[in-house]
């Protein structure tokens, strides 16, 4: 039985592992050790310690620092994600970077440079089961007590023990199975020859009025902030694959970008937004392939429709020429399967 516990918290550290390396982020220094409470008494540590399972970091290309994240992960059944449960542990993190962006030990251990980093807490909460169906941030909310209705206290973030200018991200149920969902999409039009095999993609930022982009196009990771949102960009390079009836390397996909959009579709709007996005970000303008590739457990039925609308809504609105009409309805459009990978505790176990 405790090995089985183990090996179900270990399904966090795998799953989190395998999903930042496709949207490069870098697991740095050494994982699963604590480090030393600088505010016992503000922070009340029975150990002394904070907890740190693991550190991955990134260079974000607006703000041209290096971002630590200060990772909490999190293996939940479906009846152990609760309030409570939550409120602990954004609690713990909370309390974990106010000491690590002033630690020597931290520091040190994952050569954080103050000035040029910042360092904040991610709460990654996996459901290993798989059963975790509904809205992960119903746990929030209080629920009033009713007639057939317990009621429950939800969290107060006013409540937190969070600093000014301190951030915490959370990595839920939904959005793990999103990225999962992507990455499986990724590979499998991969081995169809339409998406580079290997690192010949990267995450595409455009430069802003107020924020120019920082750092080697190549090498900048998707921002939590982007793999969060509704959508973000991957931009691809030409695909090329080795033909073994021809015994030669050809060209398989031309260049192009991918959006992969985390909503349900059921508003023409929706699509008008992207369209007008790629608009200003000048994608519309090159004769690069444009896909959109929409992902969602609750995708609306009529969502085909609603596309073709959007496409209808966006020419009318700005007036666009035939030609410009051409190059929207030229921009592929697929509806993608929500997967809900799962692991074995006892393949885990086995893995060991």
């Known amino acids: 039985m405790a090995g089985e516990t183990q090996n179900i918290s270990l399904m966090a550290d795998k799953v989190s592992t395998e999903l930042f390396r496709w949207f490069k982020w870098e697991q740095v220094g050494t994982s699963n050790e ?42 939940y059944a479906k009846g152990s994600i609760t309030a409570t ?82 951030k915490i991200h959370i990595i839920e149920p939904r959005t793990i199975n999103y990225l999962q969902s992507v990455i499986s999409d990724l590979t499998r ?31 900048l990771p998707a921002t939590i902030e982007s793999l969060t949102g509704p959508f973000f960009i991957i931009k691809h390079g030409i695909v090329k694959q080795y033909i073994e009836k021809n015994d030669a390397i050809e060209e398989t996909f031309k260049n192009g970008y991918i959006v992969y959009y985390n909503g349900e579709g059921k508003g023409e709007y929706e699509f008008v937004y992207i369209f007008d996005t790629l608009s ?44 410009k009409r051409s190059i929207i309805e030229a921009i592929e459009f697929n509806i993608v399967d929500f997967t809900k990978p799962s692991f074995s505790s006892v393949e885990i176990g086995w893995e060991r």
């Open 34 to 75: 604590n480090f030393q409470c600088l505010k016992n008494a503000e922070h009340g540590t029975k150990s002394g310690t904070h907890p740190n399972d693991v550190v991955f970091k990134y260079h974000d290309p607006y703000l041209n620092k290096t971002v630590f994240f200060n990772t909490d992960l999190k293996s």
């Open 85 to 166: 449960s939550m409120r602990s542990a954004l609690s713990s993190l909370a309390n974990s970077i106010d000491c690590a962006e002033g630690s020597k030990e931290w520091k040190e251990r994952y050569a954080y440079v103050t000035g040029s980093s910042e360092v904040r807490g991610l709460l990654f909460a996996y459901n290993h089961d798989g059963n975790f169906d509904q809205l992960f941030y119903n746990v929030f909310h209080n629920v009033k007590e009713s007639v057939g209705i317990k009621g429950k206290r939800g969290i107060n973030l006013d409540n937190l023990p969070l600093k000014k200018d301190q």
């Open 189 to 219: 039009l991969s081995h169809q020859g339409t998406f580079p095999q290997g690192d010949n993609y990267q995450f595409y930022y455009p430069d802003l009025s107020l924020h120019k982009v920082s750092g080697a196009p190549e090498n």
């Open 280 to 323: 200003k970000y000048q994608l519309l303008d090159g004769d690069e392939k444009i896909r959109i590739r929409l992902i969602h457990p609750n995708i609306f039925k009529d969502v085909r429709g609603i596309y073709m609308r959007a496409i209808e809504t966006y020419s009318r609105e700005w007036g666009f020429d035939s030609h």
